[in-house]
Nanobody, 123 residues
Framework: QVQLVESGGGLVQAGDSLRLSCAAS????????MGWFRQAPGKERDFVAA????????LYANSVKGRFTIFRDNVNSTVYPQMNSLKPEDTAVYYC????????????????WGQGTQVTVSS
């Protein structure tokens, strides 16, 4: 069983940076691939980024490539997205997710989810 708790969301201006955190409990964190997804009001949950168990391989949505960086700290069981050059269209609730095996870009592939943290980017 893995429990995930996101933090770090807030209100920022376009062009600003923000780093979210996802703290995981459970002994299997270092064996889990981790992903970040986001959901804006009235829209589907979209893939943002994912990272494999070691942190050596990552995947990004085209919409955030070059602006967001996902990384993890297996010692402290935490995964982060560093979000730079934020845009109003990045406004959404951001969710952290975990799955066994390799990373994936579809939300149905993930077994465990956090409660989400709101990110609002003003223009």
């Amino acid at each position: 069983q893995v429990q995930l708790v996101e933090s770090g969301g807030g209100l920022v201006q376009a062009g600003d940076s923000l780093r979210l955190s996802c703290a995981a409990s459970g002994r299997t964190f270092s064996r889990n691939a981790m992903g970040w997804f986001r959901q804006a009001p009235g829209k589907e949950r979209d893939f943002v980024a994912a990272i494999n168990w070691s942190g050596g391989d990552t995947l990004y949505a085209n919409s955030v490539k070059g602006r967001f960086t996902i990384f993890r700290d297996n010692v402290n069981s935490t995964v982060y997205p560093q979000m730079n050059s934020l845009k109003p269209e990045d406004t959404a609730v951001y969710y952290c997710a975990a799955r066994t095996g390799g990373y994936a870009s579809t939300w149905l592939s993930y077994n465990y989810w956090g409660q989400g943290t709101q990110v609002t980017v003003s223009s």
